[in-house]
């Protein structure tokens, strides 16, 4: 196998398994009763995230690449490694008839 292809087929396993899954659809709610409509309109709005909270899942979304970066290079260098012991073993049994 080439080593080529050997890549791009672990680059394209690497990215469609890293791939964004879209969220089901919501389902409709009933509508609410008119008391409950006023007891929520009362209440204060609820503080919004602060940014440093919101940067959070972009960080573990970063080390998540980088470690399916690696993996992909392991497993890249770990295929090199096996053709080259397969074709060392080839060239060694050629070698004894």
């Not at 899954?21 to 008391?35: D, F, G, I, L, M």
């Not at 409950?36 to 919004?48: L, N, S």
């Amino acid at each position: 196998m080439n080593k080529s292809y050997l890549v791009a087929a672990l680059l394209a396993i690497t990215l469609a398994a890293c791939g964004k899954s879209e969220a089901p659809a919501p389902v409709a709610a009933p509508a609410p009763a008119a008391a409950p409509a006023v007891v929520e309109a009362a209440k204060p709005a609820e503080p919004v995230a602060a940014p440093a909270d919101a940067a959070k899942p972009a960080e573990v979304a970063v080390d998540a690449a980088k470690a399916a970066e690696q993996a992909a290079a392991d497993a890249a260098k770990a295929a090199e490694q096996a053709a080259a012991d397969a074709a060392k073993a080839a060239a060694d049994a050629a070698a004894k008839k």
